[in-house]
């Protein structure tokens, strides 16, 4: 996995610091427009959070940015998180919600089934918690569908070349245990 990745025609990305990754909306697009008449929200497709609050538009699309070699996890519709990001995850309790309710007058949404601790913050996820560590195996698929997120036929064979070498690796380690 990548310790930075390029956005923008040249702005650098520590991927280590990133909490979620989201497509934007239509909406997100107009809240972009309204900041002033020098910012044009039509060209960006994905919103980056980091761990420090801050965010940055990206014209990169969702797949783009995983083509990057960012091992990307669906933990909701159209987010994401950095699979090497990912610390631990666990199933919300009652508690959890009603602790939520106290914190701030407002019911969670009820589709939420669990948080991930990420590197760069905490996330909630559609996903339970057992489902988001499974997809560890294989980040380039989307959690909630297992269908594969699209990468170009370079990277793929790249990620599949890495995988024959990490298994290569494994048995050597092995055969030197043993002798």
Do not use: C, W
Not at 7 to 24: E, F, K, W
């Amino acid at each position: 996995m990548s310790e930075f990745f390029t956005i923008n025609d040249g702005q650098h990305v520590r991927t280590d610091n990133v909490t979620r990754i989201r497509a934007l909306t239509d909406d997100d697009r107009a809240a972009v427009n309204e900041l002033g008449d020098n910012v044009n929200g039509n060209k960006y497709n994905t919103r980056i959070e980091t761990g420090h609050g801050g965010q940055t538009l990206a014209e990169e699309t969702i797949d783009q940015i995983a083509e990057k070699g960012v091992g990307l996890i669906q933990i909701d519709e159209g987010s994401f998180v950095p699979a090497q990001n990912i610390v631990k995850s666990r199933n919300l309790t009652d508690q959890d919600r009603q602790n939520f309710k106290e914190r701030t007058g407002r019911e969670m949404r009820e589709d939420l089934k669990s948080e991930v601790f990420t590197r760069g913050g905490k996330v909630l996820s559609t996903n339970d918690a057992a489902e988001v560590m499974r997809q560890m195996g294989s980040p380039y698929r989307s959690a909630t569908d297992n269908k594969p997120i699209k990468l170009s036929e370079q990277r793929q064979e790249v990620l599949e070349n890495a995988a024959r070498e990490r298994s290569s690796g494994k048995k050597k380690a092995r055969e030197q245990e043993q002798t």
